[in-house]
């Protein structure tokens, strides 16, 4: 029960970087000029940008409350998880920062830096969130008596989880610095390999070209040591879902220049930025030594 309701806020964290992702690339962040109201109401009309907006918010408001109902539930569950009760605690801790940096995001016009920090922050609540699904599940003790595909999976896992954070990062600022199309064609940059990095929209473009291949190319690399030097099941299941992500994700981010930054397109990359980093923390959580519970 426990469990089944945490990977239901999981889904519902999703869905709302999503919809993040979506106000955003409509151009809807600022369709409702106040907070927490909105044109001092927190019924207004759902016409246009207000709709995405406000859904927004709605859905993270009912995310703060799903995830307290969850880490009650766990904590009733597993009365003897000192370690998911206190990341339960910092995940509550980080929503309500989160809500905080979202009003200030709006209130003052949309600066580059607060709203990175804020999708920055989502990110961290995922890894967090999904750490605890990880660390709940019974399969963990298939990894007694093999510490070393053990040590393998989680370093591997880490790599790629570290990666694809930072690279999700820099994705922010290439949204929100209006530098998604610094690099109008793809797969070259201002038709070179390597483009004039004179201009710092093109600089910062290029960077997120430069780590998103270096992310796939580790964890590409994840997905076959994992394959080729362990048996453990959720682990190489996370290998192959990983390694299909992430092709995925280089080609989706081409497509979303090729589209000119279409909507749905860019909000898909987003969501597929945030499931490579729920695998790839699902994959180091769950092969961490049992101190859980």
């Given at each position: 029960m426990a469990r089944s309701f945490l990977f239901f806020v999981l889904l519902w964290t999703l869905a709302?970087?999503?919809?993040?992702?979506?106000?955003?690339?409509?151009?809807?962040?600022?369709?409702?000029?106040?907070?927490?109201?909105?044109f001092g109401t927190m019924m207004p009309e759902m016409t246009g940008g207000v709709?995405?907006?406000?859904?927004?918010?709605?859905?993270a408001g009912a995310l703060v409350?799903?995830?307290?109902?969850?880490?009650?539930?766990?904590?009733?569950?597993?009365?003897?998880?000192?370690?998911?009760?206190?990341?339960?605690?910092?995940?509550?801790?980080?929503?309500?920062?989160?809500?905080?940096?979202?009003?200030?995001?709006?209130?003052?016009?949309?600066?580059?830096?607060?709203?990175?920090?804020?999708?920055?922050l989502a990110f961290v609540f995922l890894a967090l969130l999904t750490s605890m699904l990880a660390l709940t599940r019974r399969d963990r003790d298939d990894y007694r008596g093999r510490d070393a595909e053990r040590r393998l999976v989680r370093r591997a896992g880490l790599r790629v989880s570290g990666l694809v954070f930072a690279q999700s990062v820099v994705g922010a600022l290439v949204r929100h610095t209006d530098a998604g199309m610094a690099c109008p064609d793809v797969p070259l940059c201002l038709g070179?390999?390597?483009p004039p990095l004179d201009n710092p929209m093109v600089q910062l473009h290029f960077l997120h070209?430069?780590?998103?291949?270096?992310?796939?190319?580790?964890?590409?690399?994840?997905?076959?040591?994992?394959?080729?030097?362990?048996?453990?099941g959720f682990?190489?299941?996370?290998?192959?879902?990983?390694?299909?992500?992430?092709?995925?994700?280089?080609?989706?981010?081409?497509?979303?220049?090729?589209?000119?930054l279409e909507p749905p397109y860019v909000s898909l990359h987003t969501l597929l930025a945030a499931v490579l980093l729920s695998l790839s923390v699902a994959g180091a959580a769950h092969a961490w030594e049992r101190t859980a519970h």
């Open positions: 709302l970087l999503f919809l993040g992702s979506h106000v955003h690339a409509t151009g809807a962040s600022l369709a409702c000029p106040d907070w927490p109201t909105c709709f995405w907006e406000h859904l927004h918010r709605l859905w409350i799903f995830f307290t109902i969850g880490v009650i539930l766990i904590r009733r569950a597993y009365p003897e998880g000192a370690v998911l009760f206190r990341l339960g605690l910092a995940g509550i801790g980080l929503l309500l920062v989160q809500s905080v940096l979202g009003g200030i995001t709006v209130l003052f016009l949309l600066p580059d830096a607060v709203s990175t920090s804020h999708l920055a070179r390999i390597v070209r430069v780590l998103g291949l270096a992310t796939a190319v580790v964890a590409l690399r994840y997905c076959r040591l994992v394959l080729a030097r362990t048996r453990i682990a190489r299941k996370i290998a192959i879902a990983l390694g299909a992500g992430v092709v995925a994700q280089v080609l989706l981010g081409f497509v979303s220049v090729a589209v000119r």
